[in-house]
């Protein structure tokens, strides 16, 4: 479907894709997910989740599902998220990409403030990769399910739409990159954005928890675990490090419910500090640049990881 955008038909175009999800007849949840997943990738700006559940409910009034649509769904062969992919969801189209040479892992790291460990365990694990997007060289986090990919310039710039991060046409923004990844490991550390996924392997790697803690990490706070993923997280133990702000709180309320609720046992971490420039600390990433004196200062009343 195209994309969302306001001021150029931006109502119209949502309001197309949520009529496609009534006629392919999916029922109100999975299509709301579908949507919400949708809205976060296609979406300029994205709609909040009231608005998105009103276009959905007008989508309903407005169409019904078609038999051809209906017939080729029902036929479709049963899947797992991990071991086939999806015949009813959109993968996104990447371009060429490698694990890094040494020279763009060290570049990333200092890019970041993180040691190059961690760094090179973010590489080693898949979750991240490195090639040539929209005419720059771009740091991807992706992991091997292929549901979600998003891009960073290697330089630091923004794109030039002015946006950090680029999740790539096609992604499914609710999916939990790495949770596929995290199968053998009882502790998950789970962060928001891909920048926090670099900063839970450094401190992983700084801790020596390699053997023990998964790094996964939701694009963005706004978003619901996706339904498919909840059950990978079962029996674990998540520790959910939100940004500090008021999306991170919801984020932890939201996660902690879903998560609780398929099984995990959640806890979140929070650290109010100041970061060797004397700024706050606002994100996971930014608790790799804290004086090291104030780290080991904290470490008696904390452990980063269960």
């Known amino acids: 479907m195209e994309p969302a955008i306001a001021g150029s038909g931006g109502h119209c175009a949502t309001l197309a894709a949520a009529c496609r999800l009534v006629e392919f007849g999916l029922g109100e949840a999975e299509a709301f ?3 919400k997943s949708w809205n976060l990738t296609h979406c300029q700006p994205a ?3 009231a608005e998105l559940a009103h276009k959905l409910a007008d989508a309903y009034r407005r169409t019904t599902p078609r038999q051809e649509f209906a017939t080729a769904r029902q036929g479709a062969p049963q899947w797992h998220p991990l071991t086939s992919p999806s015949p009813a969801v959109k993968r996104p189209s990447l371009p060429v990409l490698q694990p890094g040479t040494a020279a763009e892992l060290a570049q990333l790291a200092e890019l970041r403030g993180l040691g190059r460990e961690g760094v090179a365990l973010a590489s080693a694990k898949g ?4 090639g040539d997007y929209r005419g720059h060289r771009a740091w991807f986090i992706l992991d091997t399910s292929g549901r979600v990919a998003q891009a960073r310039r290697l330089d630091g710039v923004p ?12 992604s499914q923004g609710t999916w939990p990159i790495g949770i596929g990844e995290a199968a053998d490991f009882p502790i998950v550390a789970l962060c928001e954005g891909g920048a926090d996924l670099l900063a839970a392997c450094h401190f992983i790697t700084a801790e020596e928890r390699e053997l023990e803690v998964a790094p996964v990490a939701m694009l963005g706070g706004c978003a619901r675990i996706h339904a498919e993923a909840l059950p990978l997280f079962a029996g674990k133990r998540v520790r959910i490090f939100p940004h500090l702000d008021d999306t991170g709180d919801a984020a932890v309320e939201r996660w902690t419910a879903q998560l609780s609720e398929a099984g995990a046992a959640v806890d979140h971490f929070t650290l109010a500090v100041r970061r060797a420039d004397g700024e706050p600390v606002k994100d996971f990433n930014d608790l790799a640049a804290i004086h090291a004196d104030d780290f080991e200062e904290h470490r008696c009343l904390w452990t980063l990881f269960p």
Do not use: C, H, M
């Not at 979750?127 to 490195?130: D, E, P």
């Not at 794109?159 to 790539?168: R, Y």
């Open 33 to 35: 997910e579908i949507l």
């Open 47 to 49: 709609w909040s989740e």
């Open 127 to 130: 979750l991240l990769r490195f």
């Open 159 to 170: 794109w030039a739409d002015g946006v950090k991060a680029w999740t790539l046409a096609g």
